[in-house]
């Protein structure tokens, strides 16, 4: 039985534990996500952050999603890792460098309070190209927009495309619930066209600068909140011509704001707020 040092941080209601690496042995990274995450008989939470030491940046962070699996980025995950740097004073300066699974990320506290922390982050170019996301497509298909998709129970229009981590967008006039949401967001997540699974966001648009969405992650299920999950709903919607930078993205437990011109990189803004520290007794395996 090992006790694991671990912190607990929400943004927008999507929860993280973060757990420095002193903490655990990396082949046992993802184990401890699947046990801690659980909701009943660890701590709960959408995914486990890792936070190391690292040579190319100030700081290394791995994300695993409650599943197990890991994920290349997470806006909010490693905004609430920034939270827990600053918290402790390993970082004195602002803005924060982390390397992830998908590039060096810059992060920049705007605002701070106890147990509270605004940042501005810098997520990288958007790709749209299918091998990119990745996407199985036909060799025609340079793009993929309003394509149909086969689920269980029907067919779905999306938009797919990488910020990060595969996204997919569906744009809709009213929010799938309960039951059909399941049905639709994990046929979405695990559909063959998408090798590495997908998040899916359901998009409600209210005007020019401001969204609405609902959110099915990979490895997750239904969350709060996404910070990739609103970049890649605001960067759709951009595209389309619905919508306009700045875009406010309202999930159900809050708001995040997404700037984007094409051609650039997108800057995603959004608050994080530090919940409990952890002790948790972990039986490794179990």
Aim: charge should be negative; proline fraction near 5%.
């Amino acid at each position: 039985m090992s006790m694991i040092l671990a912190e607990k941080y929400h943004s927008c209601g999507n929860d993280f534990l973060i757990v420095s690496s002193s903490e655990v042995q990396p082949d046992h990274y993802s184990n401890l996500a699947q046990a801690i995450c659980d909701r009943n008989f660890g701590v709960g939470a959408d995914g486990c952050v890792v936070v190391t030491e690292s040579s190319s940046a100030q700081f290394h962070l791995k994300i695993f999603n409650r599943d197990g699996t890991e994920a290349a980025m997470s806006g909010n995950g490693f905004r609430c890792g920034c939270a827990f740097l600053h918290r402790h004073d390993r970082v004195s300066q602002p803005e924060v460098t982390v390397q992830t699974g998908s590039g060096v990320k810059k992060y920049t506290l705007l605002e701070k309070a106890e147990g509270f922390w605004k940042y501005r982050s810098r997520m990288g170019e958007p790709a749209f190209e299918p091998a990119a996301i990745p996407f199985k497509a036909p060799s025609e298909l340079a793009q993929v927009v309003d394509y149909s998709l086969e689920v269980p129970g029907g067919t779905v229009s999306i938009t797919a495309l990488w910020v990060g981590n595969p996204q997919c967008v569906v744009f809709v006039e009213e929010f799938p619930k309960g039951v059909e949401l399941e049905r639709i967001g994990s046929g979405l997540e695990c559909h063959p066209s998408f090798p590495e699974r997908t998040n899916v966001s359901f998009v409600l648009v209210k005007d020019s600068h401001h969204l609405n969405i609902k959110l099915w992650e990979r490895g997750v299920g239904e969350t709060h909140c996404s910070g990739t999950g609103s970049c890649g709903a605001a960067v759709a919607a951009i595209r389309s011509g619905q919508a306009q930078s700045p875009v406010h993205v309202q999930s159900p437990k809050g708001s995040q704001q997404v700037e984007w011109t094409p051609g650039g990189e997108i800057l995603l803004t959004g608050e994080t707020e530090f919940i409990a520290e952890v002790k948790y007794h972990w039986e490794q395996g179990v």
